[in-house]
């Protein structure tokens, strides 16, 4: 049970990740508190390298770091001024020696982060790189359909819009085969990757045909700046058979939730109007809950690095 | 790790938690503003005893919390540490007279974190402490109000304390390392 | 000075006794000694007896558990001089080259100039022949490589070039391509060609495939090559052009060129030992050295290329040769330069896979890298016979080792095949008559230098 690095699914076994899920519990619970801090991480220090932009994940995780009392450093350079590799090394390295004691990576390469660990001493989380990976939202995501439901195995659930360029359904997919909840994807032909055998999953043309059958309708954001050629035709028809309208969310199975990484584009992927009352339908609409998440399970990662010698 | 001898038997630690309650309700005068706090994992058995004791002799209800210090401990470098418990303290805290019960006092570690988490959740009137056993070798100006049995032990050795609402019997024995 | 001449008599006049001779046209190995006077082979005989040659003057080699092969002929290399000295240079590249027991190649022309100028060429064929070495200089097909305007295929033919190639990239425009293979049919000049339709390729670092899609990096769809080998086989059998296919790498395109070969159509084609070696899942942890174009593919892509090379579609085995300073290949996958180096690697890449590996007879994975790609850059046929300047490399076929960096002569490190083990070692190459490589570790410590 010893990891290093959090920096892709793939890695993880599924006692890695029970545990995880266990222990973000105890991490939720104090951000329940009054008072939400813990001395748990006082006098690390932790660096977010952010080489593309983002506020999301790396407020949650420097709140995860400040609720642990350790010291965060954002360093986010701009890839302009960084063409050639070695300085990016070199950028680094410069910054590890103020001796941080992790690093928190996110790039737009597939693999950079990867590649920035194997050149580091210090345990690097992987906060999102290009396509590939982000560990850190399938580990959330699971852990809030884990709070809800209490359990894992079985749990249907659909994935859906944009497969091909996300890598939020990349490692969501995986972690959740990994612990054998059912995964089906709905996709059209142009947003899913060319060879669909790694996934393994059934795909549907429509949300209709499968969405009273699922136990979490998981809408992906259209990944519109990652979509270098855009194939798909338009908006209006992504509405008619992929966006979560009223109706849609009116035939969800009875107990189902709905999920969604953020930001949503609004009357793309989920109707504006359905996202306007997820403050009366608490037990149904999880996107809220997903970003406290995120800060917990951020928390329960950078201490199980940082607790290991 | 094997067994040197038994210190306490059940009934000796029935006897203890009996004697303890008596002396928690004579110096606080009654039981009123009193809450308990047992220690993650083997304070809880004994002060779930302690308080139910007391509850019993009073006749009245006496709020009960858990508190896990993984957060606060100062030893995040030495060792690894992963198994956490909950910490579930479902009611206030401020100006109530804190009876925080641990199974063993040795360096006194344990009880700073406790104190460090305690205040973070408020500003109680004071906090008393009750340990079963009390083996010396204190590292921090600690002490409890309450000891069960003072064990002088030396530090090749080991408290092993076992409840039956965790390992199925009550007893207290001493072990080499 | 004296000294100097001996030196030099010494490796031009050579015994090699006992060696096993490939010939790679009957396809067989003979047990057969061999005299060497002068830089030509004066004798192929099963008696010679090494007490009638004077020692001062000839060097003698034992070569008992040796093959001595005709010379290695790398097709598809980048010297890149001039303007990437740091990553190779042309003193540099031949190193490796002997090194890897090739004594004759042919460079691409994608340096900085690009090759699309006779006093180009002129310069290539001078630095070949100061170095003593067999250059075949490859001009551009359309100028600065941008394909828009064909090159002066009659100019830099008779500068010196051997062949046409835009390599590195691939003309898109279909009119201009079939303009460039009438011309290229007119002036008699063999294209060789690096297929790749942008549209497919645009962006894509590695195999469209399961990996692409397990990784999230962006893939290049078969279809790339596919699409491209089909219209230039259409054209070529339109226009007659002779047309060589390099580094094949997708099934279809193996099955598309076997089809063109039945119907009589001139195209010849070269695989990478890249290509028929490893398969996608080797870009699984990211390893730059495995970024490569076309991208190494499916395993179903390597076992129809490995089909290709038993069935005689696959014609020529060349390294593609493509040097990459650390800095181009020490970052992320995305920015990494594609490429690998291949000099070094050729033959025991071939020995390990195929051989090895494949069974195939070793008189035919010799001939893929030595008679089969100097036919069809219409150099003289790389084969061992009396009278015939010695281009030969002496090689022993059973060892083997891991294959580290520290092994490396190229200037540049990027190679696919470190911490492989490979099978196959060159213990002496003889380039143009004249002993230039002596394998110091494997050939028993035996010094004359």
């Known amino acids: ?309 | ?177 | 000075m004296d000294i100097n001449k001996e030196k030099h008599k010494k490796t031009n006049n050579l015994l090699i006794l006992n060696g096993s001779i490939v010939n790679t046209e009957a396809k067989n190995t003979f047990k057969s000694d061999i005299v060497i006077e002068n830089g030509v082979i004066s004798r192929i005989s099963k008696h010679i007896t090494a007490g009638d040659f004077d020692k001062s003057i000839f060097k003698v080699i034992d070569a008992s558990e040796l093959i001595i092969c005709p010379g290695f002929f790398d097709m598809h290399v980048h010297l890149r001089e001039p303007g990437s000295e740091e990553e190779e240079d042309i003193k540099s590249g031949i190193n490796s080259a002997i090194r890897g027991g090739i004594t004759s190649l042919a460079c691409m022309p994608n340096t900085s100039p690009v090759i699309d100028e006779p006093f180009l060429v002129e310069y290539l064929k001078m630095r070949s022949c100061a170095n003593d070495y067999n250059i075949f200089p490859v001009a551009a097909i359309t100028r600065n490589l941008e394909g828009k305007d064909i090159a002066e295929f009659g100019l830099l033919r008779e500068a010196g070039a051997a062949a046409f190639s835009d390599d590195g990239r691939a003309v898109q425009n279909s009119k201009l391509m079939y303009e460039i293979m009438k011309y290229a049919a007119q002036m008699d000049v063999l294209l060789i060609l690096h297929e790749e339709d942008y549209s497919f390729s645009e962006d894509g670092v590695v195999h469209e495939g399961y990996f692409s899609a397990a990784k999230g990096l962006e893939g290049i769809s078969n279809l790339s090559e596919d699409i491209m080998i089909a219209r230039d086989i259409i054209l070529a059998k339109k226009t007659g052009a002779r047309i060589h296919f390099t580094h094949l790498s997708s099934a279809d395109s193996v099955n598309y060129i076997r089809l063109a070969k039945k119907e009589g159509i001139r195209v010849t084609c070269d695989v990478t030992p890249e290509h028929f070696y490893f398969n996608d899942e080797y870009i699984k942890d990211f390893n730059t050295n495995f970024k490569i174009k076309p991208p190494i593919r499916s395993e179903y892509d390597r076992k129809s290329i490995i089909e290709g090379i038993k069935d005689g579609t696959i014609d020529a085995i060349a390294s593609d040769h493509a040097p990459h300073i650390d800095a181009e290949k020490n970052i992320s996958f995305n920015e990494a330069a594609f490429g690998s180096i291949g000099l070094e690697t050729l033959f025991k890449a071939s020995i390990t896979k195929l051989l090895k590996s494949e069974k195939i007879g070793l008189e035919k994975i010799i001939g893929l890298i030595s008679a089969a790609p100097s036919e069809i850059m219409g150099a003289e046929k790389n084969n061992i016979k009396e009278g015939r300047q010695a281009n030969m490399s002496i090689v022993d076929i059973n060892c083997h080792e891991k294959y580290t960096k520290e092994m490396i002569f190229s200037k540049s490190k990027n190679s696919a095949f470190l911490n492989e083990n490979l099978y196959g070692e060159v213990i002496y190459t003889i380039v143009n008559g004249c002993l230039r490589f002596i394998n110091k570790i494997k050939s028993q410590g035996e010094d004359f230098s």
């Open chain 2, 1 to 177: 790790m094997r067994e040197k001898a038994t210190v306490l038997n059940e009934s000796d630690m029935d006897r203890i938690v009996k004697r303890i309650a008596h002396e928690i309700i004579e110096r606080n005068k009654g039981s009123n503003n009193l809450i308990f706090l047992g220690i993650q994992k083997k304070g809880i058995p004994l002060a779930e005893r302690i308080r139910d004791h007391i509850e019993n002799l009073e006749k009245t209800k006496i709020d009960f919390g858990k508190l896990d210090i993984s957060f606060y401990r100062d030893d995040i470098d030495k060792k690894i540490k992963t198994d956490f418990n909950i910490t579930d303290i479902p009611f206030e805290i401020k100006d109530k007279d804190i009876i925080l019960v641990d199974d063993v006092l040795f360096t006194g570690r344990t009880i700073r974190a406790a104190l460090d988490a305690i205040m973070d959740f408020g500003r109680p009137k004071s906090i008393q402490l009750v340990v079963l056993i009390d083996r010396g070798h204190r590292e921090l100006p600690i002490r409890a109000d309450y000891v069960g049995k003072n064990l002088p032990t030396s530090l090749n050795e080991y408290v092993e304390v076992m409840f039956k609402e965790i390992e199925g019997e009550d007893k207290v024995s001493i072990c080499w390392i």
């Open chain 1, 1 to 309: 049970m010893s990891l290093k690095n959090i920096l892709d699914i793939e890695e993880l076994n599924k006692t890695h990740v029970l545990k995880i899920i266990e222990s973000t519990g105890y991490f939720k619970e104090v951000l329940g508190r009054d008072l939400k801090k813990v001395p748990a991480l006082r006098g690390k220090t932790i660096i977010n390298i952010f080489y593309e932009p983002s506020t999301r994940t790396r407020t949650s995780f420097e709140l995860a770091a400040k609720r642990l009392s350790a010291d965060v450093i954002n360093f986010s350079p701009s890839s302009s001024s960084m063409k050639k590799g070695e300085t990016e090394l070199d950028t680094i390295k410069t910054i590890l020696e103020m001796k941080a004691d992790l690093a928190v990576v996110r790039h737009k390469d597939s693999g950079f982060v990867k590649y920035i660990s194997e050149h580091i001493t210090i345990p690097v989380i992987n906060a999102g790189d290009g396509r590939h990976a982000h560990p850190t939202q399938a580990l959330l995501d699971l852990f809030t359909i884990y709070c809800h439901f209490k359990r894992m195995e079985k749990i249907k659930i659909a994935i859906v819009g944009d497969i091909l360029n996300s890598r939020v359904a990349r490692s969501d997919i995986s972690l959740f085969k990994k612990m054998d909840l059912e995964v089906f994807t709905v996709s059209p032909s142009m947003l899913l990757p060319e060879d669909m055998s790694y996934f393994d999953t059934k795909n549907f043309e429509c949300i209709d045909e499968i969405i009273g059958q699922c136990d979490v309708i998981y809408m992906l954001r259209m990944q519109f700046e990652r979509q270098n050629k855009k194939f798909y035709p338009s908006v209006r028809e992504y509405n008619r058979f992929f966006t979560l309208d009223f109706k849609r969310f009116n035939n969800m199975k009875e107990g189902a939730i709905l999920m969604h990484p953020g930001p949503v584009n609004r009357g793309i992927e989920i109707d504006g109007r359905v996202l306007d009352m997820e403050d009366r339908n608490l037990a149904k609409i999880k996107i809220g809950e997903q970003v406290g998440n995120g800060v917990a399970v951020r928390m329960a990662l950078l201490h199980y690095l940082l607790s290991q010698k």
